[in-house]
Each structure stands twice: as C-alpha cells, then as structure tokens.
C-alpha cells in the first residue's frame, strides 16, 4: 500500500475518509437536531409581508375621522355614480347620494365627538361595573386591547376574543359574502308568508296582499369564493346562547328584524317568548302609531332579539319639551341617546341609516341639525349627503371608541338598501314593475361596496360592514310595489321588500359573519 491506491497516497486517503464521515454525522445531526436550524436566517424560514410585519406600531394618530379620504372623488368615477343613483331613485331634493364623502371636516367629526362623548358616556361607564356578561376580565389578560394596533391588516377580533363567546362557528375571513351571484334555490324559505303572523307586518307579508306571482321567493344569494353556512333556527339560537342582538336603524332595519324573527321560529307561534322591550326602555308613548322598537327573549337559550327605532342614527331631541309643537335638535355628531345607555348590554348589534336623508324628512319631522351642541351655521353640512356622512363617520367612531371596554360586542354598519323607483318617486308616479327575477343581471363582481360612505366609515375601525347593497340592487322584482291592499292609485312601495325575500339573505349573510 505504500505506493497508495489508484495514484492515491496514505494520507489523501485518510482526509478524503474523514471528509466523508464528518459530512455524513453533520446531515444525520441536521435532520435529528432542531437546535441546528437557528443559523438559518428567519426571513428563509417565515416570509412576512411587509405590512403584518409590525402591528403593534402606534395608530393613535389614525384615530381621527377623515371623511374626505378612503373614498373617492365624485368626478373620478361619474358614471357609476350616476347609475347606482338612478338605481336607488334619487331625485334632486331627496339628498340620498351616499356616495359623496369628500368635504366633511374631519374635525367636526372628531371634535363633535369628543366634545359631547364626556357626558355621553358616563352612563355607559357607570353600567359596565353591573353588568356581568360584559364584566372586564383582569388587567393582566386585557392589557393588550389598550395598545393601538392597525386593525386594517391584522385578523384580531376587533372585539376581544371570540373563543369564550361564540364557540360553535368561526366567520371565513377570507370570505367576501356581497360579491357572487342568485340562483334559484331547491328548498322554500324557512317561513311562509302565510304565517309568522306573531313577527311579521301584514303590509310586507306579499302572500298576504295582491300579488300572485312569487318566484322570488326561491332566489338564494350564493357567493363566489365561498360556501354560506345554511341557516338553521336551532344553530342561531345556539350560537347566540346567553347574548343580545340589537337592530338600530330605520324601517328597513325593521324589515330585517322581523325577517329574523319569522327565521328563527320558522314562522310558527312562540308563545315561551318573553316581550322584554321594558329592559331596555322601549314603549309605546301615548299619541304614537307604534312603539319606538320591539325586543324578545327565548327563554331555551337566553337569546334576545331587539329593535330600535333611530331613522337618523343620531341624538335627537327635543328643543323645548315643554313645547308640544317644538322643532328637534338633530346632533349629527352625537350618537343616538339609545346606544348609549344600553350599549353594555349589547353582544351583536347591526346599524343603518339612509332613507331618511332628505329635505321632505327634516321638515316633516321638524329637525334641526345642530353640531357642537349648537345649531348648525356651515353651509356645506347643510348639504343632505354631507349631514348624512358626517352622522354614519361619527356614529361609528363613537362606537369605535367602546369596543375596548366590550371585548365581546361585535358590530355592524348595514350598508344601504336600494331603492328601485322608475320615473319619479314614491309620491310622484314612481313605479316597480318588474316581477321577473334576475331580468337586471345576477351576479355581482366587484370587490368593493357600492356603499362608498358605509366603507369609508368603517374602514380602519372594529366596526364592520354588512355590505348587501349590489346584491339588492339585483333584486328590482322584489319590492312591495303596488301590491299593497290599501295602496293609493299612482303610489308603490319601492322602498321595502316583500317578506320572505330579500332582507332573509341580509340575516343570512349576518348569521355566516356572527
């Protein structure tokens, strides 16, 4: 061997062994020792985008309200500004283009705010320390909701934690439910319009009125990159065991009440349901058509259903009480008196406004906008629209703002319901013809709301959109319209929706999103 092997010497031979074996104990320990991948750099192991990379970076300074940003310009997108009006039949006094978002001071959205929260809140403040369901945990395990994090890009509830609440069902967050497409269902609704008698309106119960063609009934709303989980009575009550979910809004926050109401019992009489509107203030005061909401409990689980009447989703009030024919202050940048007092005991709650946003409204209903506690003087809020803007931003922030004293409310902005009048409105010829479902499309594929004020609200905020308005915008065929039995001749109802119908699917979506 000394001559060595094939050329080689001793000596090459032995390194060239050592090598081989030092090589192969280093891969048989990089496989079996985890330790050894720490001198890998982490950026090889975990790729972050850049804009998870530090959420815990101080937003305070985005907490102000900019009411002309994040929504854009009339003049950028006309076109579709102008149909999607012509789409809700949006005439020139009316004031309903709840497009326009630009030219709001976001100071008098902040200060208007802020100024009044002080004795706003208070009695929020002194109820959290006796409600027991919203009870703060200790310090220790909250300490985190105090710090400001970018609630654009993180997938934290912005509620707290969901896992000691809602167990039953986690929201696909991935899932965009108002972008897709109707098609026609294989199972009836879940009530008739013969029944629910207990919940339901007869003048929106269309089985109940002239109408004789019902195929809209068989529409289901199917998204497009997801699977909506099927509504069940049994599974909502469950999965709002022990919990209270609150409708604040106009007639068609109403609307969507009832449908619930019909869904959850499947139309059939409750008698075990409890009328608890006293709870929570809610009566008939002498003199009025209705009173100013409804709530219920199903004693089985403890689960309250609520509604409360607030058209304008502000502070309204009087401005000599002892005036009966007295003009009311509507604060634009107050909440509603309402959200404040029972805010605390509120586990979901769905928000909307928009109908009421006209000149033929304010005066018939004798309200003044006032900002700041004072009347108002700025020429431009007493455009409709940007009165209307800057109560949905207020609102919102305002609420906002609570999240983190009830690490279990977890709440909605309703984006707006379409109207669909053709050649006037509700009061000038304007009709809805229409009964043939999908005859103005199917599907709807953009990824933003057509709701530009109801996102730009609540974009950076834990407050989320229920968006249903380009879904409904579909849904022509669906309204009351002039089926009414005690309609006047010339005037339909293109406002509401014949029931079961379109507000179901609203309740649908909400129930995949709770």
């Not at 199917?222 to 989980?229: G, L, N, S």
Request: glycine share 8%.
């Amino acid at each position: 061997m000394k001559g060595g092997f094939n050329g080689l010497k001793g000596k090459q031979i032995s390194l060239i062994t050592i090598v081989l074996m030092s090589t192969t104990i280093l891969l048989w320990a990089w496989e079996k020792t985890p330790l050894l991948t720490t001198v890998v750099p982490p950026e090889t192991r975990l790729q972050l985008s850049p804009e998870l990379k530090d959420v815990s970076v101080d937003r305070s300074s985005e907490q102000v309200v900019h009411v002309d940003k994040g929504v854009p310009a009339l003049a950028e997108r006309d076109a579709q500004k102008e149909e999607f009006r012509a789409g809700l039949g949006t005439t020139v006094d009316s004031g309903q283009d709840t497009h326009k978002s630009d030219g709001v001071n976001s100071d008098q959205v902040t200060n208007g705010v802020e100024n009044n929260g002080k004795s706003l809140t208070s009695n929020v403040e002194e109820r959290t320390s006796v409600d027991k369901r919203h009870s703060e945990k200790p310090k220790e395990k909250n300490s985190d909701l105090q710090k400001p994090i970018d609630l654009a890009h993180t997938n934290i509830s912005t509620g707290g934690n969901r896992e000691d609440t809602l167990t039953t069902h986690k929201e696909n967050p991935g899932c965009n439910y108002a972008k897709g497409k109707w098609v026609v269902g294989d199972k009836p609704p879940v009530y008739s319009g013969f029944g629910c008698k207990q919940w339901l309106s007869g003048m929106w119960a269309c089985r109940l009125t002239q109408r004789t063609d019902f195929a809209y009934e068989m529409l289901r709303w199917q998204p497009k990159d997801c699977q909506m989980e099927e509504f069940e009575g049994s599974k909502f009550l469950k999965r709002m065991q022990d919990k209270t979910l609150a409708f604040v809004g106009d007639s068609l926050g109403r609307q969507q009440f009832q449908s619930l109401m019909c869904m959850v019992t499947g139309g059939n009489e409750r008698n075990d349901v409890i009328d608890v509107g006293m709870e929570y203030g809610i009566a008939q005061a002498r003199g009025d058509v209705r009173p100013n909401g409804w709530a219920y409990r199903f004693p089985s689980t403890n689960t309250t259903i609520l509604y409360y009447w607030s058209a304008s989703l502000c502070d309204v009030q009087p401005i000599n009480a002892t005036d009966p024919a007295t003009d009311y202050a509507m604060h634009l940048d107050r909440p509603p008196a309402f959200l404040v007092q029972y805010l605390h005991k509120f586990d979901v709650m769905v928000l909307n406004t928009g109908h009421h946003w006209n000149r033929g409204k304010l005066k018939a209903n004798r309200w003044v906008m006032y900002v700041g506690g004072q009347p108002n003087k700025d020429r431009k809020i007493e455009m409709i629209w940007k009165a209307k803007n800057l109560t949905v931003y207020s609102v919102v922030k305002w609420v906002n703002s609570q999240l983190p004293k009830y690490p279990g409310l977890k709440v909605f902005y309703r984006s707006i319901s379409p109207r669909h009048f053709v050649g006037g409105d509700w009061n000038t010829g304007g009709s809805c013809d229409n009964t043939n479902p999908m005859s103005v499309g199917k599907e709807v594929l953009q990824d933003e709301s057509s709701d530009e004020s109801a996102a730009g609200a609540v974009k950076g905020t834990g407050v989320k959109i229920l968006d249903i308005t380009a879904l409904s915008q579909l849904r022509d065929e669906g309204h009351i319209s002039r089926f009414r039995l005690t309609a006047k001749p010339g005037m339909q109802d293109c406002l509401h929706w014949c029931l079961p119908g379109v507000p179901d699917t609203w309740n649908e979506i909400l129930f995949n999103q709770i």
